[in-house]
């Protein structure tokens, strides 16, 4: 599969989790763990597709800081989403153990719109690439 392929697969694919997370606001309805597995794929899938663009073969894991870190081997400026390597606990961990912190804890409007953030970034990308 070319990596331009690649790429618009994992962010059609994220843009369901970004719909998912923008539904979820409501930690009463939905718990942390549920909206923080959806921030942490739709982050996951677009550090790859940034990862496919570059021509970069990304490893099969859900470890933020490990895709982040490679990203910005090459593109210093994904640095300024670090913030979202917090949500990787979130890919298992935190959906079969509970965690320690309260209910509701995560400042979901700032997670929404760090993830809709590098979306977007990754998208105007690929467009670029695509021509």
Partial sequence: MSDLK????LIEAADKDMAALRSMGDAAIFADEIFGFHAQQAAEKSFKAWLALL?????????LQRLLEMLIAREPEAG???ALTDMTSYAARFRYVPQDAPAGSLDRERIVEEVNTLLEEVRRRLTSAEG
């Fill in 6 to 9: 690649c790429a618009r697969i």
């Fill in 80 to 82: 300024r989403f670090e």
């Fill in 55 to 63: 021509g970069e073969i990304y490893p099969l894991t859900h470890d």
